[in-house]
């Protein structure tokens, strides 16, 4: 022992203090950015719910039950928008979820790579297209196209059968559910097959590889191993085109045939909620009823979207439990 104080070490108290301040602000940054979230949603909420408080005191409950929309009477219902946006909505993901999940499927599984990559980045773009550009391809090439070939040749082919009948009847004007469907579709597809494609692709290769090891097909794969595996992402791109279909106004504001009114047939013209409101909304008003019913619709349909994300979790989760409890 020479007598030497031993001194503790200082200099790695400011860079302690200094990790610690960082971690502490960017917690706090989440933690803000994560309740602006919520906050913006909620005061959306209450922007649309006072907006449409007026028709819905007026109305009651046959705001939900009338398909009556008569700015002349002051008569307003929101039966045939809501009919329109699910009815098209429907369509438009039946067309569209077959078509992104093979083109999915197709590029994660049998496409080379160089053609993969290239077919794929141009679905990113498709995706990225703006809505009023497909509003104008489905007036201008769908609409006559549905006009002069395929509503005729339906109604002569299923005219005389007594169910499809009434899916076929009506004028050939060319708009309608099943043209504003189409539309949807194509502008949907691009979302759900990049979504799908993303999900398929970062599955762990040794669960794939081991599949084909034990001699199983392509599609046996598909099914048994890599959709089990991503159901929650397949879900997720489903909801997330769901949502863009519901929601989309000028596309479907082209094509649908804006008529308030309820029509079976495929080929009658209809109207969305978002349409309604994109084309009434200029001329309604400040604090007239008009102005509120579209605001309660504004509403209605935000329930409408929360209520499907609620159901899809809740179909996912008990799907999610019942493959446990098999295995």
Do not use: C
């Not at 009338?66 to 307003?76: E, I, L, S």
């Not at 979820?97 to 590029?107: E, I, K, N, Q």
């Amino acid at each position: 022992m020479d007598g030497t104080a031993v001194q503790p070490p200082q200099a790695a108290t400011p860079q302690i203090n200094r990790r610690w301040d960082g971690d502490a602000l960017f917690r706090t940054l989440v933690v803000v950015t994560g309740i602006g979230v919520l906050v913006v949603l909620g005061a959306i909420i209450t922007v649309m719910l006072t907006g449409g408080w007026k028709a819905f005191s007026t109305f009651g409950p046959g705001f939900f039950v009338t398909a009556v929309w008569n700015p002349v009477t002051q008569h307003f219902g929101a039966v045939a928008p809501v009919f329109g946006t699910l009815a098209s909505s429907f369509l438009g993901l039946v067309i569209a979820v077959p078509l992104a999940f093979g083109t999915a499927f197709w590029l994660t599984a049998l496409a080379p790579p160089a053609v993969s990559s290239v077919i794929g980045m141009a679905v990113q773009l498709l995706a990225a297209v703006p809505s009023i550009i497909f509003g104008m391809w489905g007036f201008f090439v769908l609409v006559p196209v549905m006009a002069h070939y395929v509503q005729p040749t339906a109604r002569h082919m299923f005219g005389h059968v007594p169910v499809l009948s009434a899916l076929v009847s009506g004028a050939p004007f060319g708009t309608g559910l099943l043209t504003a469907g189409l539309v949807l579709a194509v502008m949907v597809v691009p979302s759900i097959t990049a979504v799908m494609r993303d999900v398929f692709v970062s599955m762990p290769t040794v669960l794939r590889e081991s599949a084909y090891g034990l001699g199983a097909t392509r599609w046996e794969v598909m099914r048994q191993v890599v959709l089990p595996w991503s159901r929650q992402g397949v879900v997720g791109g489903i909801v997330l085109g769901m949502g863009r279909a519901m929601g989309e106004t000028m596309a479907v504001t082209f094509v649908i045939g804006d008529s308030n009114h309820i029509g079976w047939s495929l080929f009658a013209p209809a109207n969305t909620i978002a349409s309604l409101i994109a084309l009434e909304f200029p001329e309604s008003p400040s604090g007239s009823l008009k102005l509120s019913s579209l605001m309660a619709l504004g509403a209605i349909l935000m329930a409408i979207s929360f209520v499907t994300l609620w159901v899809s979790r809740i179909l996912l989760a008990r799907g999610e439990a019942q493959a446990g409890k098999r295995s």
